[in-house]
Protein backbone atom coordinates (compact mmCIF):
# COMPACT_ATOMS: atom_id res chain seq x y z
CA UNK A 1 0.00 0.00 0.00
CA UNK A 2 1.48 3.19 -1.24
CA UNK A 3 -1.15 5.39 -0.48
CA UNK A 4 0.67 6.93 2.33
CA UNK A 5 3.52 8.46 0.14
CA UNK A 6 0.73 9.72 -2.33
CA UNK A 7 -1.01 11.61 0.97
CA UNK A 8 2.27 12.91 2.47
CA UNK A 9 2.96 14.59 -1.08
CA UNK A 10 -0.79 15.88 -1.16
CA UNK A 11 -0.54 17.43 2.28
CA UNK A 12 2.11 19.42 1.43
CA UNK A 13 0.09 20.95 -0.89
CA UNK A 14 -3.03 21.97 0.78
CA UNK A 15 -4.36 23.51 3.37
CA UNK A 16 -7.41 22.17 4.36
CA UNK A 17 -8.62 18.94 6.46
CA UNK A 18 -7.35 15.62 4.45
CA UNK A 19 -10.01 13.21 4.44
CA UNK A 20 -8.23 9.39 3.10
CA UNK A 21 -10.61 6.96 1.67
CA UNK A 22 -9.56 3.91 0.50
CA UNK A 23 -6.41 1.61 2.03
CA UNK A 24 -7.05 1.72 5.31
CA UNK A 25 -7.03 -1.90 6.44
CA UNK A 26 -5.32 -2.02 9.53
CA UNK A 27 -4.49 0.06 12.41
CA UNK A 28 -0.97 0.09 10.85
CA UNK A 29 -2.13 1.41 7.92
CA UNK A 30 -4.53 4.15 9.63
CA UNK A 31 -1.17 4.68 11.78
CA UNK A 32 0.79 5.22 8.39
CA UNK A 33 -2.08 7.46 6.94
CA UNK A 34 -2.37 9.86 10.05
CA UNK A 35 1.28 9.76 10.30
CA UNK A 36 1.45 11.16 6.69
CA UNK A 37 -0.97 14.24 6.65
CA UNK A 38 -4.55 12.50 7.01
CA UNK A 39 -6.59 14.17 9.77
CA UNK A 40 -9.30 11.74 8.65
CA UNK A 41 -9.81 7.69 7.80
CA UNK A 42 -12.94 6.77 5.69
CA UNK A 43 -13.03 3.24 6.08
CA UNK A 44 -15.96 1.36 4.16
CA UNK A 45 -14.04 -2.56 3.36
CA UNK A 46 -12.92 -3.70 6.12
CA UNK A 47 -15.54 -3.02 8.69
CA UNK A 48 -17.14 -6.09 6.56
CA UNK A 49 -14.00 -8.56 7.54
CA UNK A 50 -13.01 -6.97 11.44
CA UNK A 51 -15.94 -4.64 13.03
CA UNK A 52 -13.79 -3.79 15.72
CA UNK A 53 -10.99 -2.15 13.66
CA UNK A 54 -13.87 0.47 13.94
CA UNK A 55 -14.11 0.66 17.42
CA UNK A 56 -10.17 0.74 18.00
CA UNK A 57 -9.54 3.08 15.35
CA UNK A 58 -12.22 5.43 17.41
CA UNK A 59 -10.88 5.06 20.57
CA UNK A 60 -7.45 5.83 19.19
CA UNK A 61 -8.20 8.96 17.21
CA UNK A 62 -11.49 9.84 18.40
CA UNK A 63 -14.82 9.45 16.34
CA UNK A 64 -14.22 12.97 14.61
CA UNK A 65 -11.21 11.38 13.29
CA UNK A 66 -12.91 7.97 11.59
CA UNK A 67 -15.64 8.22 9.20
CA UNK A 68 -17.87 5.33 7.62
CA UNK A 69 -18.01 4.59 4.65
CA UNK A 70 -20.75 2.83 2.45
CA UNK A 71 -20.86 2.66 -1.47
CA UNK A 72 -24.77 1.59 -1.69
CA UNK A 73 -26.57 0.28 -4.93
CA UNK A 74 -30.10 0.03 -5.85
CA UNK A 75 -31.63 -3.28 -5.84
CA UNK A 76 -35.44 -2.15 -5.48
CA UNK A 77 -37.32 0.40 -4.18
CA UNK A 78 -36.31 1.11 -0.61
CA UNK A 79 -33.90 -1.04 -0.69
CA UNK A 80 -29.94 -0.97 -1.20
CA UNK A 81 -26.91 -3.39 -1.17
CA UNK A 82 -23.76 -2.57 0.70
CA UNK A 83 -20.76 -2.52 -1.76
CA UNK A 84 -16.92 -2.85 -0.82
CA UNK A 85 -13.88 -3.01 -2.79
CA UNK A 86 -14.70 0.63 -5.14
CA UNK A 87 -17.88 -0.72 -5.49
CA UNK A 88 -16.71 -2.96 -7.21
CA UNK A 89 -17.84 -6.33 -4.74
CA UNK A 90 -21.42 -7.48 -3.48
CA UNK A 91 -21.96 -7.80 0.19
CA UNK A 92 -25.16 -9.16 0.38
CA UNK A 93 -26.02 -6.93 3.19
CA UNK A 94 -28.94 -4.53 3.16
CA UNK A 95 -27.76 -0.75 3.75
CA UNK A 96 -29.90 -0.08 6.17
CA UNK A 97 -29.19 -2.95 8.36
CA UNK A 98 -25.70 -2.04 8.30
CA UNK A 99 -25.87 1.57 9.18
CA UNK A 100 -28.06 0.38 11.89
CA UNK A 101 -25.44 -2.28 13.30
CA UNK A 102 -22.56 0.82 12.90
CA UNK A 103 -24.59 3.20 14.04
CA UNK A 104 -23.37 2.07 17.76
CA UNK A 105 -19.95 2.52 16.70
CA UNK A 106 -19.83 6.62 17.34
CA UNK A 107 -18.34 7.36 14.03
CA UNK A 108 -17.61 10.99 13.38
CA UNK A 109 -19.64 11.08 10.09
CA UNK A 110 -21.00 8.82 7.14
CA UNK A 111 -19.71 9.23 4.05
CA UNK A 112 -22.99 7.67 2.06
CA UNK A 113 -22.26 7.34 -1.82
CA UNK A 114 -24.65 5.63 -4.07
CA UNK A 115 -23.03 3.61 -7.20
CA UNK A 116 -25.91 3.94 -8.73
CA UNK A 117 -25.62 8.14 -9.38
CA UNK A 118 -21.99 8.47 -9.03
CA UNK A 119 -20.74 9.82 -12.13
CA UNK A 120 -23.76 10.29 -13.87
CA UNK A 121 -24.51 14.56 -13.04
CA UNK A 122 -28.19 13.34 -12.89
CA UNK A 123 -28.87 14.07 -9.33
CA UNK A 124 -28.05 12.47 -5.71
CA UNK A 125 -30.00 9.42 -5.24
CA UNK A 126 -33.03 10.92 -2.86
CA UNK A 127 -34.33 8.45 -1.65
CA UNK A 128 -31.29 6.54 -0.55
CA UNK A 129 -30.14 9.63 1.83
CA UNK A 130 -33.63 10.31 3.00
CA UNK A 131 -34.04 6.43 4.29
CA UNK A 132 -30.89 6.27 6.07
CA UNK A 133 -31.58 9.94 7.77
CA UNK A 134 -33.97 8.04 10.03
CA UNK A 135 -31.25 5.90 11.35
CA UNK A 136 -28.36 7.04 12.56
CA UNK A 137 -27.66 10.51 14.59
CA UNK A 138 -24.29 12.31 13.42
CA UNK A 139 -23.09 13.72 9.93
CA UNK A 140 -23.80 12.77 6.43
CA UNK A 141 -22.39 13.39 3.67
CA UNK A 142 -23.37 12.32 0.15
CA UNK A 143 -21.89 11.32 -2.58
CA UNK A 144 -22.98 10.50 -6.16
CA UNK A 145 -24.36 12.19 -8.80
CA UNK A 146 -24.27 15.96 -7.99
CA UNK A 147 -24.35 17.97 -11.71
CA UNK A 148 -26.15 21.07 -10.91
CA UNK A 149 -27.02 23.41 -8.57
CA UNK A 150 -30.58 22.38 -8.49
CA UNK A 151 -29.59 19.14 -6.82
CA UNK A 152 -28.33 20.12 -3.19
CA UNK A 153 -32.05 21.50 -3.40
CA UNK A 154 -33.56 18.46 -3.87
CA UNK A 155 -31.40 16.83 -1.60
CA UNK A 156 -31.90 19.21 0.96
CA UNK A 157 -35.96 19.41 0.95
CA UNK A 158 -36.08 15.67 1.44
CA UNK A 159 -32.79 14.40 3.86
CA UNK A 160 -31.12 15.84 6.38
CA UNK A 161 -27.59 15.92 4.44
CA UNK A 162 -25.05 17.99 6.01
CA UNK A 163 -22.37 18.01 3.30
CA UNK A 164 -22.10 16.73 -0.21
CA UNK A 165 -19.24 15.50 -2.17
CA UNK A 166 -18.48 17.04 -6.23
CA UNK A 167 -15.74 16.03 -8.74
CA UNK A 168 -16.78 15.36 -11.96
CA UNK A 169 -18.58 18.79 -12.26
CA UNK A 170 -15.85 20.06 -10.82
CA UNK A 171 -13.02 18.48 -12.77
CA UNK A 172 -14.34 19.13 -15.96
CA UNK A 173 -15.22 22.61 -14.88
CA UNK A 174 -19.29 22.31 -15.11
CA UNK A 175 -19.54 24.36 -12.27
CA UNK A 176 -17.12 26.32 -10.38
CA UNK A 177 -16.56 26.69 -6.67
CA UNK A 178 -17.33 30.39 -5.85
CA UNK A 179 -20.90 29.72 -7.87
CA UNK A 180 -21.64 26.77 -5.83
CA UNK A 181 -21.01 29.19 -2.53
CA UNK A 182 -22.77 32.11 -3.95
CA UNK A 183 -25.71 29.21 -4.86
CA UNK A 184 -25.56 28.00 -0.94
CA UNK A 185 -25.53 31.32 0.83
CA UNK A 186 -28.60 32.81 -1.03
Not at 49 to 71: F, P, R
Not at 122 to 129: A, K, Q, T
Not at 161 to 178: G, M, N, P, Q, V
Request: aromatic share 10%; hydrophobic share 40%.
Amino acid sequence: NSLEKIVEETAKDIFVPLTVSGGVRSEEDAKLLMKNGADKLAINSALFNDKQLAKLLIQKYGSQSIMLSIQAKKIAKNSWEAYINFGRDRTNIDVIEWVKEMASFNFGELLLTSIDADGTSNGFDVELYENVCKYINFPIIAGGGFGKLNHIIELKKYAQIDAITISKALLYEKIRIKEIKKFTKE
